[in-house]
């Protein structure tokens, strides 16, 4: 069957999440989450079969599969990837996501974080445990080269170093700074590279650098009203969705 070919979405109904993987053999097999349980699935059969149980949340990477069970245990393809266990909480919605540097954890509005290699673990080199990185959060992206984090809350964007940063201005990794505030709320963000991010605080659109070494530069280069922006990493362009008309961007990116 053609991978691109339509699939009635009340196939889904009941799944918590759904993530496709390109390694299966007709790209049409999934993964479905369901109640704590763990399905697998195929499009052109219309069958799913459960797999595991206790689930609360999964994600792949580099094409492993990585889960975190309920007893706060996260495993990938079956090897447990952390010591002490997170403490995990009924009633609660987590979600998963891997980078080159580590594994991320959120449970409702907190961010957990445990590093890939040891030398970023600041202080848990003994034992592989999750640190939290931030509470509140409302949403959170990894920098494309995968060495820095940056979230925010209603009213501040923060960076959390994921390694070593020698350049100026030098970084350990787990360091963080506080980047900016504002008296207006701060809907979306995204990085525009490596160094810079691109955000909505309100109705305006704007850009920062992320050096700290003097205060960091925002620009404001656009404003609408509720606006709802995209970006995807690589891409040079902005579009936004503003009073039901979508907008597209000259490029922001040499």
Do not use: C, H
Not at 40 to 67: C, N
Not at 163 to 177: F, M, N, S, T, V
Not at 241 to 249: H, N, V
């Amino acid at each position: 069957a053609d991978p691109a070919s339509p699939v009635a979405l009340d196939f889904f109904k009941g799944f918590e999440k759904v993530g496709f993987f390109i390694g299966s053999a007709s790209g049409r097999q999934f993964l479905g989450l369901k109640e704590q349980t763990l399905f697998s699935g195929d499009l052109d059969s219309g069958k799913t079969a459960e797999i595991l149980d206790g689930v609360l949340a999964f994600s792949s990477f580099k094409g492993k599969l990585y889960f975190l069970k309920n007893d706060g245990f996260v495993f990938r393809e079956g090897q447990k990837l952390n010591d002490l266990p997170l403490a995990s909480k009924d009633e609660v919605a987590y979600e998963l996501e891997i980078s080159p540097s580590g594994l991320f954890i959120r449970e409702a509005d907190s961010l957990f974080f445990l590093a890939e290699s040891p030398e970023s673990l600041r202080g848990n080199e003994e034992t592989r445990s999750f640190v939290m990185i931030a509470e509140p959060i409302s949403d959170f992206k990894i920098s494309p080269d995968g060495e820095k984090l940056a979230y925010f809350n209603n009213a501040e964007i923060s960076i959390y170093f994921l390694k070593e940063k020698l350049g100026q201005p030098q970084k350990k990794a787990g360091d963080r700074i506080l980047l900016a505030r504002f008296s207006q709320k701060i809907s979306q963000l995204y990085w525009l590279n490596n160094n810079y991010l691109i955000f909505v605080v309100g109705d305006k659109i704007k850009i920062s650098e992320t050096d700290d070494r003097d205060q960091p530069n925002v620009v404001e280069i656009s404003e609408f009203k509720n606006p709802q922006m995209f970006f995807k990493n690589g891409d040079k362009k902005a579009s936004v969705l503003t009073e039901g008309t979508f907008l597209l961007s000259t490029n922001l990116l040499p």
